[in-house]
């Protein structure tokens, strides 16, 4: 993998994670998919957070494996960036938590 690809893998991993999100909730409401599912919670928010934790723990992942090697700046950068990349992450789902997913 070439360093410009490592150094810029968290966010791409995070720009993939805000669309999938953002299309499972979309899809979730398109399709009734409003009933409780689990715990009190809907069907399209169970998924939601599911999707979430999963991508959460695929950048704790890219995180670790960036941290292998820290020789260069351009690697240390890269972990820098696969840091701000999970914490878009969690950001980027944290509304999931605290508003409805279906108007």
Do not use: H, N
């Amino acid at each position: 993998m070439t360093a410009l690809i490592r150094m810029i893998s968290g966010l791409v991993l995070w720009s993939m994670a805000f669309a999938v999100l953002y299309a499972l909730q979309g899809l979730g409401c398109a399709r009734g998919w409003t009933e409780p599912a689990v715990f009190g919670l809907t069907q399209t928010k169970a998924v939601l957070l599911a999707v979430w934790a999963g991508l959460i723990a695929s950048q704790v992942v890219l995180l670790l494996w960036l941290m292998r090697r820290r020789d260069t700046q351009m690697e240390r950068i890269g972990i820098a960036i696969g840091w701000i990349g999970l914490g878009a992450t969690v950001i980027t789902g944290l509304p999931i938590l605290a508003i409805s997913t279906c108007y």
